[in-house]
Structure formats: C-alpha cells, structure tokens
C-alpha cells in the first residue's frame, strides 16, 4: 500500500520560497501512469491544486500560480518536491501530497492516496 509524506518548514516568511518533500513508499514514483501531485486547501476554503508531476517526469502546474511553481523529483529517494516562491500570507494552508490518476486530478473530493497534510503558515 502506498503511503506519502510531507516534510518541510511549517513557517515561510512572505517574499521568501515554500519548499516541502514528498515521501513515497510502498510505491515507486516512477511506475504506472500517475500523477503525483501538490494541493493545498486554505483556512475554511477547499482544495486547490498546484500542480504534479508524471510518472515519467513531464510536469504541470496551475495557470494561477504558474510563475511560482516548480515540482521536481528525486527518484533515487523516491521522492518529489514542491517549490512556491514569493509567498504571501494568501498561501497560508494545508499542503498535501497526492498520488492520482490522471482522470482524478483537479477533483473537489480527495481521491487516490494523499499524505496526511503538513500545515504551512506565511507570516513575518
């Protein structure tokens, strides 16, 4: 059974970059045909997706936060990253980690295999 993992910083300073990790285990990140993924859910609001990347590396991220955006991998750690620069306040949420099928990314209930959540406060 799969199983993901967020690690990282849980206060970012505005202007500064959100950098979190992604553990996977049980599952290799390059098998099969997912999208590993990176969404967060803001106090009271739902979930908003940032973007993923393919099993075979190809990556997307959100239009809205594009510019911000990076997700890279480490597949001899099996792991893979999510990188939000010049954070705001408005950034503040719940980062989570998603593994999902292609058909199930972007949906407003969680599907697939996610980690637990990792809370990330942007504040000076």
């Known amino acids: 059974q799969v199983q993901l993992q967020e690690s990282g910083p849980g206060l970012v300073k505005p202007s500064q970059t959100l950098s979190l990790t992604c553990t996977v285990s049980?599952?290799?990140?390059?098998?099969?045909?997912?999208?590993w993924s990176w969404i967060r859910q803001p106090p009271g609001k739902g979930l908003e997706w940032i973007g993923y990347i393919a099993t075979r590396g190809s990556t997307y991220a959100s239009p809205s936060l594009k510019s911000r955006t990076s997700i890279s991998r480490d597949t001899s750690k099996n792991q893979f990253t999510l990188q939000l620069g010049s954070v705001t306040p408005e950034d503040t949420a719940v980062y989570y980690c998603?593994?999902?099928?292609?058909?199930?990314?972007?949906?407003?209930?969680?599907?697939?295999?996610w980690g637990q959540g990792t809370q990330v406060t942007v504040s000076s």
């Open positions: 049980g599952g290799s990140i390059t098998f099969n045909s997912y999208y």
């Open positions: 998603a593994r999902v099928l292609p058909r199930d990314y972007g949906l407003g209930q969680a599907t697939g295999s």
